[in-house]
């Protein structure tokens, strides 16, 4: 057994073949102290020369034939040579060759039936006592000539002669991590460029005692003369040995990122995201209101006082006066309107307003403030197409002043009022647009006897179904004609423009108050309204200009009657009047409307044209019961 050289319990013991005999044969004795040991690998010098495992120095990068760092303890450093052979503990290299040190009975497997043993390991077989194996470490390399192993170096034990290891050594068993077989030499060395350096030399002898020699690698090919010079750093490339140099990057070094770039990526950034949200918060308040209630500004009270000449002042001082009236009888109803006349509650309004109730329908009557009360007829004239209606048991009545439909000029303000569709005390305004307009309404029962002929006040204010026997009132709130026809869009025209019921079109009519107050003065005291007359039968059939006096009258009658106004003037049959006072008449229609807008016993100068020549005649109006 081979004397122990140091007292460290967890070194490892080395036993060395002789000098170039191959890898240096390893038993390990394994202590129990954890410390950290590195794998030693083999490699190839700058030179090309093959070696063994790393010394420390060599690890450390300590190029081969510097100088190794001095032994601890005082000891001499090593030599700095890499595979010498040593001793350990006066052994001589021959006889470690064939020792193995054994714990707890192992022993080092050797060579069988003559094969080569496995390659020398870094690491012990087994733990001692099966305590847990401790880290690897590194080997330092075996003091040469017998000096004593530095401190920290493995101390020599047992060798552990006459125990039998429990089975035979296979050499062909899986050689430790990172050492090499016997039969996969490690490959060349292969450099960049093709440029490859000196084979490696590999060890002579295997790495278990009586393992044969391999047989020797011939000699690297010199490289051609013109091969390219290897650069000095690839010369000094080792992949299995600590760099020798620093590698050094060829061509242009990578550009670095700009940081004006990428700070101006960022404020981009910020301001896309900035201005999402600025648009997002806009949107909401803008939608919103904003991010509170929203009070709206308004006006405080005001009083509610007009000037009397305002549309509103007129409104207000006219509405007490005007009533709605629904009408029903004989299977027929409608609705008008009407305006109080007096105290005694006489109402004034269209005969067409009320003729459905007849003489026993039923007439009610819609005050401003909604109170109500039964009607009856007084009167009714289709011929001026005007009726009154008396209320009773009624106080507090307001009737509406009544102005004169001859100071009225074209172009003064007006304001209508009544009940449109049914929709009680509406109020529209507008201007007198013509005066004087002849129109005839009515006509439904064929005779003509219900044909009324006005002399109306044409105005723009809206008038529509259900206005008709409203009042039209001027800027003082005064009655200055009745609403009573509409021109229509269908070229129709009468009251509310027939049964159309159409809308209007700005073209209303009213019939002049200074006749209303005659006819509804004649209905209130008799009854019955009377017209006036020249006692003539026109022909309604002539076309030329003027109103033409037939030749015979109905049923074969005169048509100029004996006695009366135009036979005492002197007119004839077929004689043309062309003018009633000077005004141009066109048909028999506008002498009509011309001679009924006066009362009876009026003077009248008619311009007659006979035989081609023209001559006046002065006529005194007669008179005649209406119905």
């Given amino acids: 057994m081979p004397p122990a050289v140091a007292p460290d319990a967890g070194a490892d013991a080395h036993a060395s073949g002789p000098s170039g005999a191959g890898p240096i044969a390893d038993a390990h004795i394994h202590a129990d102290v954890p410390a950290a040991a590195a794998h030693l690998t083999g490699g190839i010098d700058q030179d090309g020369t093959a070696r063994g495992p790393q010394s420390p120095a060599a690890q450390n990068g300590i190029a081969p034939g510097a100088h190794p760092p001095a032994a601890r303890d005082g000891a001499p450093a090593p030599a700095a040579q890499e595979h010498a052979p040593a001793s350990v503990g006066g052994v001589p290299a021959a006889a470690q ?40 470490q590194e080997h330092p390399p075996a003091p040469v000539g017998g000096a004593p192993a530095p401190a920290g170096d ?4 047992d060798s552990g002669e006459g125990v039998r290891p429990l089975h035979e050594p296979d050499e062909y068993r899986t050689p430790p991590y990172g ?42 090919a010199a490289a051609p003369h013109d091969a390219a010079p290897v650069p000095e750093q690839w010369r000094q490339y080792d992949p299995w040995g600590a760099p020798g140099g ?59 006082d007009r000037a009397p000449d305002s549309i509103a002042g007129i409104a207000a001082s006219a509405l007490p006066g005007v009533v709605t009236l629904h009408v029903s009888g004989g299977g027929e109803q409608g609705t008008g309107t009407g305006f109080v006349l007096d105290a005694q509650g ?28 039964r009607a009856t007829l007084v009167g009714k004239d289709s011929g001026y197409d005007l009726a009154v209606v008396k209320v009773k048991g009624v106080s507090g009545l307001k009737p509406l002043p009544l102005g004169n439909s001859d100071n009225v000029r074209v172009g003064d303000p007006v304001v209508a009022i009544g009940a449109p569709f049914d929709l009680q005390n509406t109020v529209t305004a507008g201007i007198i647009s013509a005066k004087e307009r002849p129109i005839t309404a009515g006509g439904e029962k064929g005779d003509g006897s219900d044909v009324s002929y006005v002399d109306a006040l044409q105005t723009d204010a809206p008038i529509n179904p259900g206005n008709s026997g409203g009042p039209l009132v001027d800027s003082r709130a005064r009655v200055i004609g009745i609403n009573s026809a509409i021109r229509a869009a269908d070229g129709g025209s009468g009251p509310d423009a027939g049964s159309g019921q159409a809308g209007s079109i700005g073209l209303g009519f009213a019939i002049p108050i200074n006749q209303g107050k005659r006819v509804a003065e004649e209905l209130i005291n008799t009854g019955k309204a009377t017209h006036p007359v020249i006692g003539v039968s026109l022909d309604m059939q002539y076309s030329g200009d003027g109103a033409r006096v037939g030749e015979e009258g109905k049923d074969g009658a005169p048509s100029v009657t004996a006695g009366g106004p135009a036979a005492k003037a002197g007119i004839r049959p077929g004689d043309v009047i062309t003018k009633v006072d000077g005004q141009r008449v066109h048909n028999g229609e506008e002498l009509i409307v011309k001679i009924r807008a006066h009362r009876p016993g009026d003077r009248l100068d008619l311009t007659v044209l006979r035989d081609g020549k023209e001559q006046t005649r002065a006529v005194t109006l007669g008179s005649s019961t209406g119905t």
């Fill in 97 to 136: 060759e064939h020792a193995l040190a054994s714990v707890s009975g192992a022993t080092a497997p050797a060579a069988r039936d003559g094969a080569p043993a496995p390659a020398a390991q870094d690491h012990a077989p087994a733990p001692v006592g099966g305590a847990p194996a401790p880290a690897a």
């Fill in 154 to 157: 493995p101390a020599a034990g």
């Fill in 179 to 220: 050492g090499p077989g016997p039969w996969a030499p490690a490959p060349p060395v292969q450099h960049p460029n093709g440029a490859a350096g000196p084979s490696p030399q590999y060890p002579a002898a295997g790495g278990y005692p009586g393992s044969p020699a391999p047989a020797p690698l011939p000699a690297p």
């Fill in 246 to 304: 620093t590698l050094i990057r060829t061509g242009e070094p990578p550009k670095r990122k700009s940081r004006r770039g990428m700070a101006f990526a960022g404020a981009l950034a910020f301001a896309l995201l900035a201005g999402v949200l600025g648009g997002g918060v806009g949107a909401y308040l803008e939608r919103n209101g904003g991010i509170t209630t929203v009070e709206l500004p308004q006006a405080g009270p005001e009083g509610t």
């Fill in 346 to 373: 006489h109402i004034l309004t269209n005969n067409h307003v009320v003729s459905p109730a007849g003489r026993s329908g039923d007439i009610s009557v819609t005050f401003s403030g909604g109170e109500t009360a």
